[in-house]
């Protein structure tokens, strides 16, 4: 069973923009956060943009003022929007879902997520 589906993955140069996709199936409507992780070659799997239920998102540092995260609720769809790209931004992109558990904000940390995508791969070339 697949829950969440990325795509919109490429490879751009530094100031472009791409828009990722994340389709989740009804199992993640229980789910309290949804947001993106990145993993870059060589380095641990970082949070970058999240949502909770209520509609508040948060970010890291490296992408306030970049990044946008949003949902579609009638598609079942998240979305990462990313503008102004840089070569640091260059990693395997993954979404993902916790299980109903936040209270209040959502956690930046990998192992408080329990429905994951396959990644979809973003490089920026300077």
């Known amino acids: 069973r697949v829950d969440m589906v990325e795509s919109g993955g490429d490879s751009v140069q530094a100031g472009g923009s791409l828009r990722l996709t994340c389709e989740y199936s009804?199992?993640?409507?229980?789910?309290?956060?949804m947001g993106w992780f990145r993993q870059a070659p060589g380095k641990e799997r970082e949070g970058v943009a999240f949502?909770?239920?209520?509609?508040?998102?948060n970010y890291a540092d490296s992408v306030k003022g970049r990044f946008t995260v949003s949902k579609d609720y009638a598609k079942n769809t998240l979305y990462l929007q990313m503008n102004s790209l840089k070569p640091d931004d260059t990693a395997q992109y993954f979404c993902?879902?916790?299980?109903?558990?936040?209270?209040?904000?959502?956690?930046?940390?990998?192992?408080?997520?329990?429905?994951w995508g396959q990644g979809t791969q973003v490089t920026v070339s300077s």
């Open positions: 009804k199992v993640i409507y229980t789910s309290t956060c």
């Open positions: 949502m909770y239920a209520d509609g508040d998102t």
């Open positions: 993902a879902a916790d299980g109903g558990q936040a209270g209040g904000s959502c956690s930046f940390d990998q192992s408080d997520y329990a429905y």
